[in-house]
């Protein structure tokens, strides 16, 4: 049995620990406000994109620009977004999951994949698991701050280049979408090529005139597309795994809470035993002596 000393020890301890994940919890539930504002601005501009570029690709032929041509079936590239830190619940490990889970359910659509990661934690990872083959790894890219349009352009740009480069047949973007604090969406999306939109059978399409022409029209807008995208997907990441931490470092806290009320009654029992013990040993020292 542990002594009363050890037992204060660990219960000093437990203290500590809560006090650290309750500062982490106000941390993470500062910063998820300002990254949820930042997702609700961005996700109507970004879906109502998506929604253009799609109908523009059902309008367009498919050789009328790179990103909107459909090519073989040789390799993928498959773009991972996860954190750089931990201690956010099974937020990494969930979305890494879910990327090995697509390619290896996806291996007769493609004949290999690469990965592209987006934070240390995904590649932490894959790069232990067979047949992952990682192409590139982007560490403390974002951190956990406000994310900035010229990341998300530039991983767009490095995206497209790839792509253009004809290294690959099909990018294919997978992050957590927020949707609480305690609930994020893992999101499997194709950037590459750009699908055309669904239409019901036998509808009208309305065809476009462009100015000055098609060309330069989807020449600006596909690239932004991309850039677009990557950036809406960052957001989503970054106020996941804030809501992430925040439900974690607040079950941490509670768990902390029960612990130190175990080991509190555990030291008031250790403490009671060892007095009886020695007012027992005082009453038969005093009986020896009659």
């Not at 941390?27 to 930042?38: E, F, T, Y």
């Not at 830190?85 to 493609?110: D, V």
């Not at 560490?139 to 349009?149: A, R």
Request: aromatic share 6%.
């Amino acid at each position: 049995m542990p002594s009363l000393k050890d037992i204060k020890k660990r219960i000093g301890s437990v203290k500590n620990t809560q006090q650290i994940t309750k500062a982490m919890k106000m941390v993470s539930a500062a910063k998820l406000r300002r990254a949820q504002d930042a997702v609700t601005a961005a996700r109507p501009y970004a879906d109502k994109m998506m929604d253009v570029l799609s109908s523009l690709a059902l309008r367009e032929d498919a050789e009328s620009h790179p990103l909107l041509a459909k090519r073989g079936n040789e390799k993928a590239l498959v773009v991972l977004i996860t954190g750089d830190r931990g201690l956010c619940g099974g937020f990494n490990t969930n979305i890494s999951k879910a990327a090995e889970r697509f390619i290896r359910a996806n291996q007769g659509a493609y004949e290999s994949y690469d990965l592209l990661i987006i934070g240390r934690k995904g590649n932490d990872y894959l790069k232990r698991r067979s047949g992952m083959q990682i192409l590139k790894v982007h560490e403390h890219l974002v951190g956990t701050n406000q994310v900035s349009y010229p990341i998300g352009a530039l991983l767009g740009q490095e995206i497209i280049d790839l792509y253009q480069a004809d290294d690959y047949d099909a990018v294919f973007l997978i992050y957590n979408a927020f949707q609480s604090a305690m609930t994020q969406n893992q999101t499997v999306t194709q950037l590459l090529p750009i699908k055309p939109k669904d239409i019901p059978e036998g509808a009208y399409v309305t065809e476009y005139i462009y100015e000055p022409t098609a060309g330069e029209v989807l020449k600006e807008i596909l690239p932004k597309h991309i850039e677009v995208q990557m950036f809406r997907a960052l957001l989503e990441s970054v106020a996941s795994e804030h809501g992430a931490r925040m439900t974690a470092m607040d079950s941490a806290s509670k768990n902390a809470s029960e612990m130190i009320g175990k080991l509190t009654l555990q030291y008031n029992r250790a403490r009671q035993a060892a007095i009886t013990k020695e007012l027992m040993e005082i009453i038969s020292g005093a009986e020896s002596i009659k």
